[in-house]
């Protein structure tokens, strides 16, 4: 298969519609106006075409993550509850946090592992795996109705998981600066469908013996009431799983070649290619990112003999703004899921403890409905945004949580002011609104993330370390996701136990947080300047 080119004469990136039989790959080819392009503001470069195809095979695997993470969101206080895990209403707050928490602990312990065998074994392997285990496990814990069962499968889910790294690596190796944005914006937007789908069937389908009595009122059923939400579930997994059996290409460099049986260059060729490049990577013809036809084991072998190897996780680690990148990185994801967990909680628990006294079909409608509008953000909206301001909007948006966390129990008084205390289920339109409007504020503060996944991608101290970045990150997202959920629950069962400050202890600590964050993130746009600088020289194209 020959490289592919566009009426300028320039290559087509992987990403665009090529070939599917064949995954090719070169290092791209000197352009005419590769150097105007170079020069130009990213505002006004004409973006590199995505690749529709493949794209959109990663967004249907990316997909099952968040539905296995999110689907319990809904029910996990009425299932500690009913099932007797917490003795009583005031104790959910600290049983369902460890819950939530167990996912990403094992997230945190088992992440670099996940990266490296996808770096050593192939992408679509290590993604199998992940599918596999999230489809028995899902079914596993539908069926548990004792706490260790719950516990272990809950627990188990987010150390058989890590699609989200091996994603996010293929994602940051197939495109550049001028079409990043977008790119990751589809990926970040298949979370917020997955915060839509799995809520859904949480919500709509727990305890379906009472909500759908026509269909599901069977001994069967009530005895196992959380187990249809976790059986739709399992089967997004397989649906996932059959395209990443089928459609999926394996991209790991080492796995092409040998599927390809393209002998291995020479070394007077490999020193001929490596001084052809360098000279085009001097030149700024080649941004970074952008691998065109070339899988990155061919790329390798031009660059710089410094960069050939792979880093360690410790040299990566002190690269220059790593140290503020994961540290940004940490913050973001502590307080959105912090945000995430509480509000769950905040609405479910009754009115005159601090809650919205709304129904798990309430709550369910309300995230879906954020995640909804979330979506058309993230598509249409973000990439927008970004690439008119760049790194500069990362601690605007990260702000918006300042005015999310105050507005809680604000809208709590509000509501027990007009509507007066209801029972649970019987919440009225102002409630139910206000919930909407608190959960469309989290999905608009949710652009963090795909703006988080670019800095990842950017702060890279070089091509070869691109993955093992990628498990930095994600092992401190993910050691994030394993303290919020514990650490918030317990906070706002505190706050509702003792009436310390009213009740409003949870709200009035993350507030401080979230400033605190905000003045910290000021200058990570200067931190990643430096750090791309660093990397140019390093890769000799130094301006």
Not at 156 to 162: D, F, N, R, S, V
Not at 210 to 219: G, I, K, M, V
Not at 311 to 337: D, H, S, Y
Not at 384 to 411: D, E, K, T, W
Request: charged share 15%; proline share 6%.
């Amino acid at each position: 298969m020959v490289a592919s080119k566009s009426t300028s004469g320039s290559t087509t990136p992987l990403l665009a519609d090529v070939d599917d039989g064949v995954l090719e790959h070169a290092i791209p080819k000197a352009s005419s106006s590769a150097p105007a392009d170079a020069s130009t503001p990213l505002a006004r470069r004409r973006p590199t075409p995505l690749p529709k195809a493949q794209l959109f095979v990663l967004c249907i695997i990316m997909l099952a993550e968040p539905v296995s993470y999110t689907q319990i969101f809904p029910y996990v206080n009425d299932m500690c509850y009913r099932l007797g895990y917490a003795k009583s209403e005031k104790d959910v707050g600290f049983i369902s946090g460890l819950i939530d928490s167990l996912f990403a602990i094992a997230n945190v312990l088992t992440v670099m592992h996940w990266g490296r065998l996808s770096d050593k074994i192939g992408r679509r392997p290590v993604m199998c795996m992940g599918l596999v285990g999230l489809a028995v496990l899902n079914i596993v814990y539908g069926f548990s109705k004792s706490l260790w069962l719950t516990v272990a499968s809950r627990l188990m889910m987010g150390a058989l998981c890590g699609n989200g790294v091996v994603t996010q690596s293929i994602v940051s190796e197939l495109t550049d600066e001028t079409n990043e944005a977008q790119a990751f914006a589809f990926i970040s937007l298949m979370w917020a469908i997955g915060c839509i789908v799995g809520p859904t069937i949480g919500g709509m389908f727990s305890r379906p013996a009472e909500q759908l009595p026509q269909w599901f009122d069977t001994p069967f059923w009530r005895a196992n009431p959380y187990l249809l939400p976790c059986l739709l579930s399992a089967a997004l997994m397989v649906v996932s799983l059959f395209f990443s059996v089928f459609f999926l290409k394996e991209t790991l460099p080492s796995k092409v070649r040998k599927e390809q049986a393209q002998p291995a260059p020479s070394t007077e060729e490999r020193e001929q290619e490596r001084e052809a490049s360098n000279e085009r990577l001097r030149a700024g013809e080649r941004a970074y990112g952008a691998m065109d036809e070339q899988m990155p084991a061919e790329a390798a072998g031009i660059l710089p003999r410094e960069e050939d190897r792979l880093w360690t996780a410790w040299e990566i680690a002190r690269a220059p703004g790593m140290v503020k990148a994961m540290v940004c990185t940490f913050l973001m994801m502590f307080e959105n899921q912090a945000w995430d967990i509480v509000f769950i909680l905040y609405a479910y628990t009754n009115l005159s403890l601090g809650g919205l006294s709304l129904s798990n079909v309430q709550i369910g409608y309300c995230l879906s409905f954020a995640g909804s509008v979330g979506a058309i953000i993230q598509v249409f909206i973000f990439p927008r945004i970004q690439r008119r301001y760049g790194m500069r909007m990362y601690p605007v948006v990260l702000a918006v949580l300042v005015l999310m966390f105050p507005a809680a129990p604000a809208l709590r008084h509000l509501v027990r002011a007009v509507e007066g205390d209801r029972p649970r289920g019987e919440a009225g339109a102002l409630a139910i609104v206000g919930a909407c409007g608190l959960a469309f504020m989290g999905r608009v503060a949710a652009m963090i993330f795909p703006l988080t996944f670019i800095l990842c991608k950017r702060i890279t101290p070089t091509p070869s370390a691109l993955a093992s970045t990628a498990a930095l990150a994600q092992t401190v997202t993910a050691g994030a996701r394993a303290i919020a959920p514990w650490l918030v629950s317990s906070l706002f069962a505190l706050s509702v136990d003792s009436d310390f400050l009213g009740g409003n202890l949870i709200w009035g600590l993350m507030t401080i947080t979230v400033v605190g964050s905000v003045w910290y993130a000021r200058d990570l746009g200067a931190a990643l300047e430096l750090a791309e600088r660093e990397k140019e020289k390093r890769l000799g194209r130094a301006r």
